[in-house]
């Protein structure tokens, strides 16, 4: 499981710190369901293995015009990050790719 963080909300820390914290249970009265509810989603997500957390950059000052802009307008950390994203995936998606063929012909 890839998380994406927008280092806006990482305050100074890491994006580990900041998936372990946030992924963490709260304490919550017995009688708060939707406390316990998320507790619950926080507990499934963190039982994930492999997870990875990457922090990428504001993509351009105006936030409010990104679907309209052109990559090359993009901030160039914002497109490293991105770059660094897509090379993530695709070395997961290759060694799956390569583990298939081998679980294949364990189940015939």
């Known amino acids: 499981m890839l ?3 927008q280092r806006d909300f990482l305050q100074g820390g890491s994006v ?3 998936l372990r914290q946030a992924l963490q ?3 919550h009265a017995p009688t708060d ?4 509810q998320l507790n619950a989603i926080r507990r499934t997500l963190r039982s994930f293995g492999g997870m990875r957390g990457l922090g990428l950059p504001q993509p351009h000052p105006s936030r409010t015009s990104l679907c309209d802009l052109p990559p090359d307008q993009l901030a160039a950390e914002y497109r490293a990050g991105m770059q660094a994203v897509r090379e993530w995936v695709g070395s ?6 390569r583990r298939a063929p081998a679980a294949e012909a364990e189940a015939e």
């Open 16 to 18: 580990e710190e900041y």
């Open 25 to 27: 249970p709260v304490e």
């Open 3 to 5: 998380w994406l963080v």
């Open 92 to 97: 997961v998606a290759q060694r799956r790719r």
């Open 33 to 36: 369901a939707q406390a316990g």
